[in-house]
């Protein structure tokens, strides 16, 4: 098969394991995730942990109909999961570059569920930085790496970037979360500046995002909707509900155009370029 990468290898066994493996364990991963943020009447995960990740708990928190995002996030990741595990995907090189890592994110958002559902926002913490970590790595392969079968790709990038984003927007939050939960105080500033700061540093790290993938729109642009829109809710929870703070709300909003505008700025200027 002829693709942007020249003719593909030959499949092996090792292929066919990696296929297998990675239905079988999104299936798994994605149903346990499922499960334990309460699709089937479980405990939310708002309301695990003491509250300490509901909508209102810090002025970083998004607000509840933010999360609707996984159920698009989770529907790429089970699209991926087939896509991947046809036989004449065995050897493609992009695939073989990253379906490992995105099982790794699969499992990490799974563990991430289990550790508040047990009241560890901490713990929570440390695995949102893992997971984070796993889809950095997705990130830059899939931008280094061209295109192979246009559908494959498409999903490939359209649902690891909505992924990336999001979890990019979620860890400011869970690291809010925590510091709230351990008393911290307000640092000297205060909380409506530190998040002020905070939204700054979500908006460099969409210019950031778009920067590095400028070659790669089809990544990129979904990295930055994701992060727009839970951006934008959070502005949306600081103007509506008992948490109400005009600045935070106002920095959100800004931020979120960044993030929904950098992508597409970035990339017709490197095309022209």
Known sequence: METALGTYATTTS???IRQVTVLVGAVVA????AVGSGAFGGQPIAEAADGALS?????LAPDTPAFSIWSLIYLGLAAFAVVQALPRQGADPRLRA???????????NALWIGVV???SVGGSV????????VLSVVFVRLVRLPHTGSATSLITDATMGLYLGWVSV??????????SVADVGELGLGATAWSVVVLGAAAALAVAYA???RTRPSVIVPVGLAMAWGLAWIGLGRTNGPLLDETVATAAFVAAAVALLAPVVISVAARRR
Do not use: C, E, K, Y
């Open 14 to 16: 090792r292929d066919r």
């Open 98 to 108: 990253v379906s490992w890592w995105v099982l790794a994110s699969m499992l990490l």
């Open 30 to 33: 994605i149903g346990g995730a």
């Open 117 to 119: 559902q047990a009241g």
């Open 170 to 179: 979620a860890t400011l939050a869970n690291i809010a979360a925590f510091l």
């Open 55 to 59: 909508a209102t708990a810090t002025p």
């Open 126 to 133: 440390v695995v949102i930085l893992a997971l984070l970590a």
């Open 211 to 213: 920067v590095f993938g």
